[in-house]
């Protein structure tokens, strides 16, 4: 299938939070998004990708553990 990076579905999901705020109004659309549930699932794709295959070089800088950790930091400040 399609490789869609983590930080290009962290895009896209702003982008359809804006299109809400635009259409309901950022009161409601902030009630809406604050009784919500959000699922966010980093795919092995994300991980093997990056990590395992080093396509970005990033495995001479980070153990697998610091590396699990940049994915979780990245996700917080993208979504922010």
Do not use: C, M
Request: aromatic letters at 12%; charged letters at 15%.
């Amino acid at each position: 299938g399609q490789h869609i990076s983590l930080t290009q579905q962290i895009e896209q999901a702003v982008d359809t939070f804006q299109l809400i705020t635009l259409s309901l109004g950022e009161r409601r659309a902030n009630r809406l998004f604050a009784e919500s549930i959000f699922f966010l699932s980093v795919g092995s794709n994300d991980y093997i990708h990056h990590y395992l295959r080093n396509a970005s070089g990033v495995k001479s800088l980070y153990l697998p553990w610091g590396f699990n950790q940049l994915l979780i930091s990245t996700v917080k400040q993208r979504l922010k």
